[in-house]
């Protein structure tokens, strides 16, 4: 018991090594699960220090983190794979990852303020 309390006291200490997100957020529009509709339930946040990767929170607390590598759109949280395009007017960033939909500003990869 004492060994994996340890274990677990370990593990929850490295999360705090994890990159973390900056202060604020934007809201985007987001489209969470086969069938959804879009609606302004997600943040878009940069991740502090970084100037490549973001992290979009689901209003259930789940998220994804991305990163804008040679102008494509990257998932850095698992093994599905972002398809991305821009769409409307004004011009959004469509970004598709398995059965989730998100619209993100098409200027989003702009140098932090």
């Known amino acids: 018991m004492r060994i994996s309390s340890a274990v677990l006291a370990l593990a929850l200490a490295s999360c705090g090594n994890a990159a973390q997100p900056a202060a604020g957020?934007?809201?985007i529009a987001c489209a969470l699960g086969e069938g959804s509709t879009f609606a302004?339930?997600?943040?878009l946040e940069r991740v502090a220090g970084m100037k490549d990767e973001f992290i979009v929170r689901h209003p259930?607390?789940?998220f994804r983190r991305?990163?804008?590598r040679n102008?494509?759109?990257?998932?850095?949280?698992?093994a599905d794979e972002a398809v991305s395009r821009y769409t409307g007017d004004p011009p959004v960033l469509e970004?598709?990852?398995a059965n989730d939909r998100y619209r993100l500003p098409a200027d989003f990869d702009a140098p932090a303020r």
């Open 71 to 78: 102008a494509h759109v990257e998932t850095l949280d698992g």
């Open 95 to 97: 970004v598709i990852i």
């Open 60 to 62: 259930d607390g789940g």
């Open 25 to 27: 957020g934007t809201a």
């Open 40 to 43: 302004d339930d997600c943040t």
């Open 66 to 68: 991305l990163a804008l």
